[in-house]
């Protein structure tokens, strides 16, 4: 480096060690690693390419501070949300927050579905925001007390309940935070198998050799390279004509109408059937017979 005019910053530098789960480390935490006679700090935390990493990879830290970013989105958009057309909402919607919600989600989305709750509540927050009735919520507050009729001048569960936010989600075509990341996985090894890039993550996966078109998956993780894999195994298994040879469109098409059928179950409630299932596509109307 020093031959071609280049220096580290010291400052900026750090290292860290990974450990799987709660195991044990097998490296001594003592470790002195030193750039031209300066140390380099250990840090169990540590920000690369945007996303927050930290030593078990359990992706908590990230998913804390994106859930800090996602609510400041919210706020920034209920200011301005009345002073904008409603034909814009939902191009907003994607500029200011869901591009924050999907950026690397491949990469910390294979959490427990219980450690996305707190980004999935404040995506619900959002969609009120933008898409719900603000009249109706508003009028809530208007009623004067004394005007009330007598017995309900007591705020009962109804003054408090908010409106249910599946309807938005189906009204307007939107994935959930949990349904983004099983949309991410799957083009992006779609993308991979096709390109064969990156080729670190293009040797990790194995298709088998009597299916072409399912993976021979690795040991359970949330990671990546197992649960690419594993999504397409399950989803293939609700279209069964669909390969990987496909158009990247129609597959893209083909997932997205899947994965909201399957948000859309249970209109009255969420559960987990909705973030975990495939259902099948028309694949009459998306043509998947005639590709080639």
Same mark, same amino acid.
């Given at each position: 480096?020093?031959?071609?005019?280049?220096?580290?910053?010291?400052?900026?530098?750090? $290292?860290?060690? %990974?450990?799987? =789960?709660?195991?044990? +480390?097998?490296?001594? @935490?003592?470790?002195?690693?030193?750039? @031209?006679?300066?140390?380099? !700090?250990? /840090?169990?935390?540590?920000?690369?390419? =945007?996303?927050?990493?930290?030593?078990?990879?359990?992706?908590?830290?990230?998913?804390?501070?994106?859930?800090?970013?996602?609510?400041?989105?919210? =706020?920034?958009?209920?200011?301005?949300?009345?002073?904008?057309?409603?034909?814009?909402?939902?191009?907003?919607?994607?500029?200011?927050?869901?591009?924050?919600?999907? $950026?690397?989600?491949?990469?910390?989305?294979?959490?427990?579905?219980? @450690?996305?709750? +707190?980004?999935?509540? *404040?995506?619900?927050?959002?969609?009120?925001?933008? %898409?719900?009735?603000?009249?109706? $919520?508003?009028?809530?507050?208007?009623?004067? /007390?004394?005007?009330?009729?007598? =017995?309900?001048?007591?705020?009962?569960?109804?003054?408090?309940?908010?409106?249910?936010?599946?309807?938005?989600?189906?009204?307007?075509?939107?994935?959930?935070?949990?349904?983004? $990341?099983?949309?991410?996985?799957?083009?992006?090894? /779609?993308?991979?198998?096709?390109?064969?890039?990156?080729?670190?993550?293009?040797?990790?996966?194995?298709?088998?050799?009597?299916?072409?078109?399912?993976?021979?998956? +690795?040991? +359970?993780?949330?990671?990546? %390279?197992?649960?690419?894999?594993?999504?397409?195994?399950?989803?293939?298994?609700?279209?069964?004509?669909?390969?990987?040879?496909?158009?990247?469109?129609?597959?893209?098409?083909?997932? !997205?109408?899947?994965?909201?059928?399957?948000?859309?179950?249970?209109?009255?409630?969420?559960? @987990?059937?909705?973030? *975990?299932?495939?259902?099948?596509?028309?694949?009459?109307? *998306?043509?998947?017979?005639?590709?080639?």
């Amino acid at each position: 480096m020093e031959s071609n005019l280049l220096h580290i910053n010291t400052k900026k530098c750090c $290292y860290m060690l %990974f450990f799987e =789960g709660k195991r044990e +480390p097998t490296v001594s @935490n003592d470790l002195n690693i030193s750039i @031209n006679g300066k140390i380099v !700090k250990k /840090v169990s935390e540590a920000k690369f390419l =945007g996303v927050l990493m930290d030593d078990n990879l359990s992706w908590k830290p990230h998913i804390a501070q994106l859930n800090k970013t996602l609510k400041s989105a919210c =706020g920034r958009l209920y200011r301005i949300a009345n002073s904008l057309p409603s034909k814009l909402h939902k191009q907003i919607y994607h500029s200011l927050f869901e591009s924050h919600l999907s $950026y690397a989600i491949s990469v910390w989305g294979g959490v427990a579905l219980s @450690n996305l709750e +707190p980004i999935f509540r *404040t995506q619900k927050k959002c969609l009120r925001i933008m %898409f719900g009735d603000t009249e109706t $919520y508003l009028e809530k507050f208007r009623t004067c /007390v004394r005007a009330r009729p007598f =017995g309900e001048q007591k705020l009962g569960i109804e003054f408090h309940s908010r409106e249910p936010s599946k309807p938005l989600f189906t009204e307007h075509n939107l994935l959930t935070v949990q349904n983004l $990341y099983r949309l991410r996985c799957i083009m992006e090894l /779609v993308k991979i198998v096709k390109t064969r890039e990156p080729a670190p993550l293009h040797g990790t996966l194995y298709i088998s050799k009597q299916n072409t078109n399912r993976f021979i998956t +690795p040991d +359970p993780s949330i990671y990546f %390279f197992y649960q690419a894999p594993m999504l397409w195994n399950n989803f293939r298994k609700s279209t069964h004509n669909l390969g990987l040879e496909q158009d990247e469109n129609l597959i893209k098409n083909i997932l !997205k109408n899947s994965l909201l059928s399957a948000q859309q179950q249970n209109l009255d409630y969420w559960s @987990n059937i909705n973030f *975990t299932e495939f259902l099948a596509a028309d694949i009459g109307k *998306t043509g998947i017979g005639e590709a080639s």
